[in-house]
């Protein structure tokens, strides 16, 4: 588990495709691999790694292909920078929300607006998963905890201080830019225990009421 604050960002020093899927180094001279041993979890741009082999500035995983086509490391290249967290301690304070590392799916920038010393970014997402995306709630972008400040339609607005800006990768999005996204665990683990089955992939009929039967809001 994570928590969606980053510790530092490093580079995809190699990215090599070894028997049908893909193995990885990240280099950062900035996270702190004292405390790391192999097969720990280190997220990378949201996504859960394990390490297999480690180094003085970084360490080395394996990708599956359903990792791979689950989120945007098919069209990483080397030389890419990354968002770097290291799996939450029982001891570590929880900054921002419960984060797993397991990418929903992909989510692109469609706007980007200043807002004083803030900016504003607009992205779309799959339908759905934006039913799991609600106002002033949190969202993980390539491993970044932010809360949503609005939502329309498939769209929603993140506000973003200069402080992340300063310490993660997502100063370097663009309009066009796709990123990593991983939605509340909440609201996914909420809609089965109260439906009780999974919904088709675009409906859902978790409603006011039912959360009202179930016990949750009075």
């Given at each position: 588990m994570f928590t969606g604050i980053i510790e530092a960002t490093g580079i995809l020093s190699e990215?090599?495709?070894?028997?049908?899927?893909?193995?990885?180094?990240?280099?950062?001279?900035?996270?702190?691999?004292?405390?790391?041993?192999l097969g720990d979890s280190i997220a990378t741009n949201g996504v859960c790694l394990t390490v297999v082999e480690k180094f003085k500035d970084g360490f080395r995983a394996d990708l599956s292909n359903e990792t791979i086509k689950l989120t945007q490391f098919a069209h990483y290249k080397t030389g890419q920078k990354v968002n770097l967290e290291k799996a939450l301690q029982p001891i570590s304070r929880l900054g921002g929300h419960l984060v797993s590392g397991h990418v929903d799916g992909i989510a692109t920038v469609t706007a980007i607006e200043s807002n004083a010393r803030a900016t504003e970014y607009w992205l779309e997402a799959p339908a759905e998963l934006m039913k799991y995306i609600p106002h002033k709630g949190s969202v993980a972008i390539d491993g970044i905890s932010?809360?949503?400040n609005e939502v329309k339609s498939h769209q929603f607005k993140l506000?973003?201080?200069?402080?992340?800006?300063?310490?993660t990768t997502i100063?370097?999005?663009?309009?066009?830019?796709?990123?990593?996204?991983e939605v509340d665990q909440i609201a996914r683990y909420l809609e089965r225990l109260v439906l009780g089955a999974q919904?088709?992939?675009?409906?859902?009929?978790?409603?006011?009421?039912?959360?009202?039967?179930?016990?949750?809001i009075k």
């Amino acid at each position: 588990m994570f928590t969606g604050i980053i510790e530092a960002t490093g580079i995809l020093s190699e990215l090599r495709a070894v028997q049908g899927d893909l193995v990885v180094r990240v280099s950062s001279s900035d996270l702190d691999m004292c405390d790391v041993n192999l097969g720990d979890s280190i997220a990378t741009n949201g996504v859960c790694l394990t390490v297999v082999e480690k180094f003085k500035d970084g360490f080395r995983a394996d990708l599956s292909n359903e990792t791979i086509k689950l989120t945007q490391f098919a069209h990483y290249k080397t030389g890419q920078k990354v968002n770097l967290e290291k799996a939450l301690q029982p001891i570590s304070r929880l900054g921002g929300h419960l984060v797993s590392g397991h990418v929903d799916g992909i989510a692109t920038v469609t706007a980007i607006e200043s807002n004083a010393r803030a900016t504003e970014y607009w992205l779309e997402a799959p339908a759905e998963l934006m039913k799991y995306i609600p106002h002033k709630g949190s969202v993980a972008i390539d491993g970044i905890s932010l809360t949503v400040n609005e939502v329309k339609s498939h769209q929603f607005k993140l506000t973003i201080v200069p402080h992340t800006a300063q310490e993660t990768t997502i100063a370097d999005l663009k309009v066009g830019s796709q990123v990593n996204l991983e939605v509340d665990q909440i609201a996914r683990y909420l809609e089965r225990l109260v439906l009780g089955a999974q919904p088709q992939a675009n409906e859902s009929t978790l409603t006011a009421s039912l959360l009202a039967k179930a016990g949750f809001i009075k």
